[in-house]
């Protein structure tokens, strides 16, 4: 099990940028998968972003693909999501989450962060 921290969220206006950061402890991060989730109120939790374990692979939620830039950074354990052009219905908590296998993530599985809220204005 590894532990994540989030941290970058806030208030941005729409069309501006904010980059989340996900710091991971443990020496095995460049084992897993990293992915970013985010879940509004009274929705669901939605897949955003997932990069594998080298970086050299990237996937992205349609509605974010052009905007937002998933990336990581193995000799610091720490992933990022940068936002861009954001949009007030990118507002939601944004978490991180870390596992081998980005199958088990979207069924809620792997080792997760706590959550940064991420509010657009319009």
């Known amino acids: 099990q590894v532990q994540l921290v989030e941290s970058g969220g806030g208030l941005a206006q729409a069309g501006g940028s904010l980059r989340l950061s996900c710091a991971v402890s443990?020496?095995?991060?460049?084992?897993?998968?990293m992915a970013w989730f985010r879940q509004a109120p009274g929705e669901e939790r939605e897949f955003v972003a997932a990069?594998?374990?080298?970086?050299?692979?990237?996937y992205y939620q349609d509605s974010v693909k052009g905007r937002f830039t998933n990336s990581r950074d193995n000799g610091k354990n720490t992933v990022y999501l940068q936002m861009s052009s954001l949009k007030p219905e990118d507002s939601a908590v944004y978490y991180c989450?870390?596992?081998?296998?980005?199958?088990?993530?979207?069924?809620?599985?792997?080792?997760w962060g706590q959550g940064t809220q991420v509010t657009v204005s319009s």
């Open positions: 989450a870390a596992d081998p296998s980005i199958v088990a993530m979207t069924n809620g599985g792997g080792s």
């Open positions: 443990g020496r095995t991060f460049s084992s897993y998968f």
């Open positions: 990069i594998s374990m080298t970086g050299g692979s990237t």
